[in-house]
T-cell receptor, first 114, second 116 residues
Framework: DAGITQSPRHKVTETGTPVTLRCHQTENHRYMYWYRQDPGHGLRLIHYSYGVKDTDKGEVSDGYSVSRSKTEDFLLTLESATSSQTSVYFC?????????????FGSGTRLTVV | AQKITQTQPGMFVQEKEAVTLDCTYDTSDPSYGLFWYKQPSSGEMIFLIYQGSYDQQNATEGRYSLNFQKARKSANLVISASQLGDSAMYFCAMREGNFGNEKLTFGTGTRLTIIP
C-alpha cells in the first residue's frame, strides 16, 4: 500500500475562488502526479513532481499551479476556479523496483465549480 | 495524434466468456511500458497488469493477460472467464520517457458490462 491520501474527497466551490487540493504520501516516493478525469478524455496529466521543489507541466496545466515543499505533500491549486475545472482529480505516485513497476493512485477528489 | 487509442467505448459480455479489450499506442521511444487499469463504479484506479517494451513474453496476472504485439503497436487486455465483478471502466495507459521526465498517458477507456 503506497499510503496516498487526497483531501478533500469532495468540494463544491464558486467560480473565481482559489482552491487547493492536497495529496499526502507516507512512503517517501520521489515522483508524484496530478491528473484530472473527464468523460470522454480518460485521465490527463496536469502537473508532476520529481522531487522537492522540482515540478513540471503536463498536457492540461493552464489554470493550475503546484507546490512541493516536502517530499510527502504535493499541492494542486486552482488560482481562480472556472466551471471547466469541474472534474475528478487524482493524485498518483510512481515506484520502480525489480519487483514492482507501477503507478498507484489516490482515491480522487470530486470538485464541482458552480 | 492520439498516443493511446481505445476504440471500444462500451462492451457487453456474457458471464464466464472471455473478453478482449483493444488498445493501440503510438510512440517513437524505444523504451516504454503499457499498463491496464480498472475503475469500478466506486471510482478508484486499480492496477491490473504491466508490459515493458523489452519484455519478451506477454504479461499475465491471474485471469488477466496482455496480448502484446509490438510490430502492430497493440496491447490488448484479455480477461478469461469473466465475472460480474469485472464490470467497470478499463483504461490502457503508456509510460514514456526516462526517470525525471516520465509521463503516463491514458486512453479514453472502455466500459465493460458483464451480463449474468
Amino acid at each position: 500500500d503506497a499510503g496516498i491520501t487526497q483531501s478533500p474527497r469532495h468540494k463544491v466551490t464558486e467560480t473565481g475562488t482559489p482552491v487547493t487540493l492536497r495529496c499526502h504520501q507516507t512512503e517517501n516516493h520521489r515522483y508524484m502526479y496530478w491528473y484530472r478525469q473527464d468523460p470522454g478524455h480518460g485521465l490527463r496529466l496536469i502537473h508532476y513532481s520529481y522531487g522537492v521543489k522540482d515540478t513540471d507541466k503536463g498536457e492540461v496545466s493552464d489554470g493550475y499551479s503546484v507546490s512541493r515543499s516536502k517530499t510527502e505533500d504535493f499541492l494542486l491549486t486552482l488560482e481562480s476556479a472556472t466551471s471547466s475545472q469541474t472534474s475528478v482529480y487524482f493524485c498518483a505516485i510512481s515506484e520502480f523496483s525489480q519487483s514492482n513497476y507501477g503507478y498507484t493512485f489516490g482515491s480522487g477528489t470530486r470538485l464541482t465549480v458552480v | 495524434a492520439q498516443k493511446i487509442t481505445q476504440t471500444q467505448p462500451g462492451m457487453f459480455v456474457q458471464e464466464k466468456e472471455a473478453v478482449t479489450l483493444d488498445c493501440t499506442y503510438d510512440t517513437s521511444d524505444p523504451s516504454y511500458g503499457l499498463f491496464w487499469y480498472k475503475q469500478p463504479s466506486s471510482g478508484e484506479m486499480i492496477f491490473l497488469i504491466y508490459q515493458g517494451s523489452y519484455d519478451q513474453q506477454n504479461a499475465t496476472e491471474g485471469r488477466y493477460s496482455l496480448n502484446f504485439q509490438k510490430a502492430r503497436k497493440s496491447a490488448n487486455l484479455v480477461i478469461s472467464a469473466s465475472q460480474l465483478g469485472d464490470s467497470a471502466m478499463y483504461f490502457c495507459a503508456m509510460r514514456e520517457g526516462n526517470f525525471g521526465n516520465e509521463k503516463l498517458t491514458f486512453g479514453t477507456g472502455t466500459r465493460l458490462t458483464i451480463i449474468p
